[in-house]
């Protein structure tokens, strides 16, 4: 009697003990399973999606329980696409006109259509900005043909912009020296007097151009309306903008230009939930895009839509049209 009593205390300790096991092993899966690992492209460490891409690491990880999110430095909009493609990256900070071409097939992308992206949310206007010395003598595109023009890194979305651009003027590659710069590398060729003209699509003002502004007197070069009228017939993913006077040192006339809009992407391996998680918090705590860079200002949920590229995620689109 008291063996039989005692294997059955013996026998519920031991079920109570894999009981209590199995519960923290299910903790314990339950955990590990609600990290989310997401790693965001961004630009080069002289631009604008830098310093906004890593802002917006900091909102998620602080927002979302169990996020671990990072931002990379990159080779910006062409790289970030093709980032997501592979799958190297979960979210991108890419150009509305890039994920309209690689959605397409078109430009850069042709015959590499990369129909998977979705858009989280659209976030600010990047303005292309046209610079050279105030002493060059150039005032405008008509004055470019023979001249040594930096038109962005060979591929880039920059480079795209500036070939349209100078197209819509009835100015081809031909009638110019191209090169084939970055931004950075723009910049300190015209501080060396090597280039004489150079495009920069960003956000203003620019880290690049502020470089420049800040040892040489520059001057930027206007995109007239009637002509911005032409360019954006053709190519609908561009608005008009104004680039206000004294954005650079030194420089105080205002000045109009064409714009893209820089966009937040993901594709369709995210799932609705989380792209909804994602939007609601960098849009619930836009104060911290607003202190990592001057663009932040101009990101409001209000025009989150605008410009908009590509099929939206889920779950972004549905907190945006709450």
Avoid: W
Wanted: charged share 20%; proline share 2%; hydrophobic share 45%.
């Amino acid at each position: 009697m008291k063996q039989t009593r005692f294997g059955k205390i013996a026998l519920l300790c031991a079920l109570l003990m894999i009981a209590t096991l199995a519960l923290v092993g299910c903790g314990g899966d339950k955990k590990s399973d609600s990290k989310k690992f997401i790693n965001i492209a961004t630009g080069g460490t002289a631009g604008t999606y830098y310093p906004i891409g890593g802002a917006m690491a900091e909102i998620l990880n602080k927002a979302i329980p169990g996020m671990n999110a990072s931002a990379q430095s990159t080779g910006a909009s062409v790289a970030n696409i093709n980032m997501l493609k592979d799958g190297s990256v979960d979210l991108a900070i890419v150009q509305n006109d890039l994920t309209y071409y690689a959605s397409n097939g078109t430009e850069m992308f042709k015959d590499k259509k990369v129909d998977n992206l979705r858009g989280i949310a659209t976030l600010y206007p990047e303005t292309c900005q046209i610079v050279t010395l105030a002493d060059s003598g150039i005032e405008t595109v008509a004055d470019f043909r023979g001249r040594r023009v930096a038109v962005g890194a060979a591929g880039s979305g920059t480079e795209a912009n500036a070939r349209q651009i100078l197209e819509a003027y009835g100015v081809a590659y031909a009638d110019l020296s191209v090169q084939y710069l970055s931004f950075s590398e723009a910049a300190n060729a015209l501080k060396d007097g090597n280039v004489d003209v150079a495009f920069v699509t960003a956000g203003y003002p620019t880290a690049a151009i502020q470089d420049i502004a800040s040892q040489r007197k520059v001057r930027l070069i206007s995109v007239d309306p009637a002509t911005a009228d032409r360019l954006i017939a053709k190519y609908p993913f561009y608005t008009k903008a104004t680039i206000p006077a004294g954005t650079y040192a030194g420089f105080d006339q205002e000045v109009n230009a064409v714009s893209v809009m820089a966009m937040l992407v993901t594709t369709d391996k995210m799932d609705d939930a989380l792209g909804g998680e994602i939007a609601k918090a960098i849009f619930t705590n836009l104060d911290r895009l607003q202190s990592a860079h001057s663009v932040g200002k101009l990101i409001t949920k209000e025009s989150a839509m605008s410009g908009m590229s590509v099929k939206m995620n889920g779950g972004a689109e549905q907190f945006f049209k709450k």
